[in-house]
Each structure stands twice: as C-alpha cells, then as structure tokens.
C-alpha cells in the first residue's frame, strides 16, 4: 500500500530503542508487530495489555504493569552530548549539601552514594547511575543548593 | 451538645477523608489551605475554605485558630502530623471554646514525654522493654545490671535519651570493655556519666493498638495493626491482622492499651505502638510510645473491624458514648494499605515535584483509595510527599496481597517518579509472603531491589511510548498546568 514507516529512535537510561510506527494500529518493535489501540485519554492497548502513555516536553512517560518509563526521543548527532549530560548530577528540590562523600578522581560504581542532601529534615543520598570517574563537584559541603543545578559530574 | 462545624487544620488526603465525614455525618466543614494549596483537592473536598497565609501556616497555632474562629467552627479536627500531637494547639481550642476532635492536652502532653510516658505505663502494668539506671555504677554495677536483664544488652548515656554513648553488648566480658568507653561518652556529652542499661529487642516487630475512649470512661481497643515495613521510621506497607500475634498476645496487648488509655484519661482515638519480639506462643511485647491522634493508617482497621473511625471521634468529640462494647467488635478478613509516596525508589526515594500528567485510581470489590490529589494537580516539595494510601481487603492475607497487587499493576502515575514499583516488589517478596517482618527488613532487602532493577524496556512499552507522537491527545496533557485556572489567575496578580 506504500505507506510510510516512521522510524523513532527513544533513549531510556542511555540505551536506545528503535521503534517503527507502521500505521495507525501498527508499532513494530525488535522486528515484532504489535496491535495498538488508543483507549481513553492517555490509556492504551498493546496487544492485549494495557499501557498508559503521557508526555512532558521531551519525556514519554510510559506505565505498563506496574512500572513506569521515561523514555527521551535521541537526536541525531547529539549522541556524545547526551551521554555527556547523563553524567551530570543534580538536585531535584532545595536542598542542603551534607556531605561530598567523593574527590574529583575519584572511580565509583553504580549505586555509589557521591553526595548526600538534606532537603524536609530528611538525608538524600546521591547515587551514581552508572561507573565512572568523578570530573567535576560544583558544591560544597553546608552549601544551599537549587533544583536544576549541576552539583557532580561523572565521565564515563 | 453535637458539632455543627469543623475546621479541618489539615491538608491532602486526611483533609478529604475528614471532610468526607464530616459530610456524612450532618456537619459543616471548613478546609484550610495555603497559597500552594489554593486548588488542592481537600479544599473542594470540604463545604468552605479559609485561606491561612504561606506553607508554614499549617504548624500555626494562631493562624489555625483564626480561621475556626471566622468561619464559626465550632469544633477541630487536626487530623496528623502537623500540629496534631501539640497539647498547645488543643489548649488554645479548649481556652477558645472550640471543641478539639482529640485527647484532652494533658493526655498529649504526659505522653508526649518519652521517660515520663515510660514511668507511667510501668505503674499502669503495661510491659516496658526491661531496664534502668542502676544504683551502683561501677563496673560490677552495670554487669549485675545487664546479667539481670538478659543479653544483649544497650548500655548508654542516663541524660539525654538519644544514642549518645550507646553501646551494644552481647556477652558479658563486652560489658566490662564498654562501660568504659560508653561513661566517657556520657560524661564528655551531658556532662553526666552516669550509665542506663536496657535489653536489646533483636528483629523487633512494630505492632500497634488501635484504642479510642469516650468522655464518660469507655474504652475499647480496636485490635492490631503491623506495621513493621518501614524506612527510617517511615511506614510504607501495614497490614491487620498480624500474623505475628495468637489470640492470646491479641488479648493481652488490646488489654495492655486500655489499660495505657485509661492510665493517661485518653479520650477519643489514639494509638499505643509496641515492639513485638518473637512471634506466635513466644512472642512478648513492650510499649514503645502513643500516637495521640487519628493514624495515617487508620483504614485497615475500619477495613477489618468495619467500623468509621473519624466519624466515631466527631461523635466522642460532640460528646457522645462509645457506639461499641468491647464484645461487639471482631476482625474480620485481611487489610493492607500501601502509601503511595512522590519518591524515586532508584535514587534513595528522593521526594519527587512535578505535575500528575496521568492519574487514575484502581477499583474494584475491596479497593479503597484515600487520595488527597487527582490528574492534573502538580506535586510540590513543601509537604509530606504522600499522595494516597492504597487500602485492599478481603478473606485472608494471600487474598488481600493478590488483591493489593493487581490494584497497584492498574495505578497509573505518569508525570512524577512514585514508589508504586516498590510497593509491588515488596509485596511479591518471598519475604513478605512468609510474613517474616521486622523493623529492618525493609532495609536488608533494598539492596536487592536496587540490584533487580531491570533496565530493559520491555516491547510493549516502547510501542506505547510511540503513541504518545504525533498524536494530540496526550501530549496535550503536558500543558494541563499553565491551563490550571489558578496558575491563571496567579498571573492576573491574584495574591
């Protein structure tokens, strides 16, 4: 019938996924078809399960059985510059510095605590997502920091 | 003399759950709300709303009290947290001629005190975890002690009450090298080196009373609650009954928190907590302290005892007698909540802010939600990061954990990180399912969630995620908060 497939490249957690949009009622992905059906606002069907989808500027907010992905459209050539990025840490809400727990150098493993925050009288450790080396700390310990902010960085 | 208005000095989903008696039971009631909170839920939950200045005006005793004074309430509910557990806020309503939905402040204030609460559940014959100051403080003295109690044994600083000084000895000869080191302690942080040894309570369950008393010297208890899932003393799963207590253990911790109420003159609901050790035939328990208020996870008992605690304390609050005896209430089936929480279980549960793209309930027979948001609120950092408690029931605990299950698998949060993918790896635990609890499971097992979390996506998400472009319909929701009618307003300069 010669309709087009739209081909979508989305990042989660630094892996990319290729999906194809057949047609309308059609998403291929890993060369496998499957049935879609928009149901009510934000509700979908996926084959036989339901799924549902939202969207918040660049994040697609996926929640299929109990689980909840954010899923980020690649851009193309912006591959190092969003790994890059991925290495950036920041804290979510006001919050206190209470502890730099690693120097600039430093190897750490995923899950290592680098900073601890303190925000609503409760400690907030900062864990690396993945292994790397520490480039870069942009806070100090007893400092106020803002939402937003780069307070880590980590190279891979 | 019954309530004709209540001020509900709350807010989120307690607010809208008082509200929601209130209602039912023939009285007006009043919200509060601060700027943020200006479209909250619990505001159209309740018949008005006085607006009562910035966040922090919910910890005012002042501001509370204006806002029942200038709407007329005659009676306040102060629902939990915030100022609930101060005998100064029930205080200023007693001297303002406002009923107080709660104890009496002479109640919150002799429990609110640890070592008096303690000294006084003693004289009550309510068990207490054995220790105390020895007389002699030599050495010798606090071995004698410590033999006496048991090992292990805590051996820390008499002043203060927090864990300076604490030591953990496990053996007899440990107590001789720590007496030491922990009197040095003591002596360098209170200036008092002066030593209180007390039994350890190894892998202690948190199981709890439910009690509530009339103005006219009746006192029920209204069963268990465990509630020894928790992190950082924050509960995150509870559940009625506990499989830790036989109906012996039952009995005499229901009686033991009559006991603690009458011995306090509580009035209206409250909750004695106790350290379980050990289960079944061997278990023993010990007062840990009192929650003088309405808990956060009251529906599980109303769950298995059917009974409405909130509109049991407006009628003990309007004066009326207890609506039960004791030999009319019984447990019946299972019940456990789930509080769902705005924080990233993958990031040290960091509370989370952000606007509830997509928000839907789960239903069904024995599903109950007690939600102080819906679709389209924005989630801030400023309060309690809980949204809602998920409360299921039915005829037995592997029932009610299917049930909690399937409900939490068709609670769709988008837009905002919550902790439903740990609840539901908590509740389908081997753990969880043999029902082997203590305070610090949560913690030994969170290691393995961290480390089974998948980082795979599976297909049917990545094809879902596709729908959501080109596509009008959901994406659209991404504005849902600059169409907020008060966002609007904000810009018209609304104060």
Redesign the interface.
């Known amino acids: 019938m010669g309709t087009r497939v739209t081909r979508l490249t989305l990042v989660h957690d630094g892996e990319e996924y290729v999906v194809e949009i057949v047609d309308a009622a059609t998403v291929r992905v890993n060369g496998r078809d499957y049935a879609v059906h928009r149901d009510r606002e934000g509700a979908v069907r996926v084959g036989d399960r339901p799924a549902w989808i939202a969207r918040d500027r660049d994040t697609r907010w996926v929640f299929l059985d109990g689980r909840t992905y954010e899923l980020t459209d690649a851009r193309p050539g912006s591959r190092r510059r969003a790994a890059g990025h991925h290495g950036t840490l920041t804290s979510p809400m006001p919050a206190t510095v209470r502890r730099v727990a690693v120097a600039v150098g430093d190897r750490v493993k995923a899950g290592d605590t680098l900073i601890v925050l303190e925000a609503m009288k409760m400690e907030l450790p900062v864990r690396a997502a993945q292994a790397g080396t520490v480039s870069s700390i942009s806070c100090r310990e007893g400092e106020l920091v803002q939402p937003g902010v780069p307070l880590i960085e980590l190279d891979d | 003399m019954s309530l004709r208005r209540v001020l509900i000095a709350n807010r989120g989903e307690i607010a809208v759950r008082i509200a929601c008696a209130c209602r039912e039971a023939g009285i007006e009631s009043v919200a509060v709300y601060s700027d943020a909170d200006a479209g909250a839920l619990h505001v159209t939950a309740a018949d008005r709303a006085v607006h009562i200045g910035a966040a922090n005006a919910y910890l005012s005793v002042e501001a509370l009290l204006a806002a029942a004074q200038s709407s007329g309430a005659d009676a306040l509910h102060p629902g939990y947290g915030f100022l609930s557990e101060r005998a100064a806020l029930a205080r200023a309503c007693a001297a303002a001629g406002i009923v107080f939905v709660g104890p009496p402040a002479d109640a919150i204030e002799r429990m609110g005190s640890k070592i008096g609460a303690r000294a006084l559940m003693s004289l009550a014959g309510v068990p207490v975890v054995p220790g105390g100051t020895p007389a002699n403080q030599s050495d010798d003295g606090i071995l004698a002690a410590a033999s006496t109690l048991g090992f292990p044994v805590l051996v820390k600083a008499s002043a203060g009450g927090g864990g300076k000084g604490m030591r953990v000895a496990r053996r007899a000869e440990e107590v001789l090298e720590l007496a030491a080191s922990a009197r040095r302690e003591a002596q360098a942080a209170f200036g008092d080196g002066t030593l209180y040894v007390e039994r350890l309570i190894q892998r202690p369950r948190h199981v709890e009373i439910q009690v509530v008393a009339d103005a006219h010297g009746g006192v029920v208890h209204l069963f268990e609650r465990e509630c020894s899932l928790q992190r950082?003393h924050q509960k995150i799963v509870e559940e009625s009954p506990s499989v830790a207590l036989t109906p012996e253990t039952r009995a005499q911790m229901g009686d033991a928190a009559v006991a603690a109420a009458r011995a306090v003159g509580y009035v209206n609901a409250g909750t004695i907590e106790f350290l379980l050790e050990g289960h079944g035939g061997d278990a023993r328990f010990y007062f840990l302290e009192m929650n003088t208020r309405l808990q956060v996870e009251h529906p599980i008992t109303e769950a298995v005892t059917g009974v409405d605690l909130v509109r049991a304390q407006l009628a003990i609050a309007g004066g009326e007698p207890l609506p039960w005896t004791q030999a009319s209430l019984s447990q019946r089936g299972h019940a456990i909540e789930c509080r769902v929480y705005a924080e990233d279980p993958a990031?040290?549960?960091?509370?989370?802010?952000?606007?509830l793209?997509?928000y839907?309930e789960p239903s069904g027979p024995g599903i109950r939600v007690d939600s102080g948001v819906r679709e389209g609120d924005r989630v801030g950092?400023?309060f309690d990061p809980l949204l809602a408690k998920l409360v299921v029931s039915a005829e037995n605990r592997a029932a009610a954990t299917a049930r909690a299950?399937q409900a939490?698998?068709?609670?769709?949060?988008?837009?905002i990180?919550?902790n439903?993918?740990f609840l539901?790896w908590l509740l389908e635990h081997p753990v969880f399912a043999a029902g082997d609890l203590h305070t610090g499971v949560v913690d030994e097992l969170l290691a393995g969630f961290?480390a089974a979390a998948d980082?795979?996506?599976?297909?049917?998400?990545?094809?879902?995620?596709?729908?959501?472009?080109p596509?009008p319909?959901?994406?659209s929701?991404?504005d849902s908060r600059s169409r907020d009618p008060w966002d609007a307003l904000a810009r018209w300069g609304r104060e």
Do not use: C, K
Not at chain 2, 347 to 355: I, K, N, R, T
Not at chain 2, 455 to 469: N, T
């Open positions: 950082r990031s040290g549960f960091l509370p989370q802010a952000g606007p793209l997509v839907r950092v400023e299950i939490l698998r068709a609670y769709p949060v988008l837009g990180r919550t439903i993918p539901l961290v980082r795979a996506v599976p297909d049917e998400a990545l094809a879902a995620a596709a729908l959501s472009e596509g319909s959901p994406s929701r991404a």
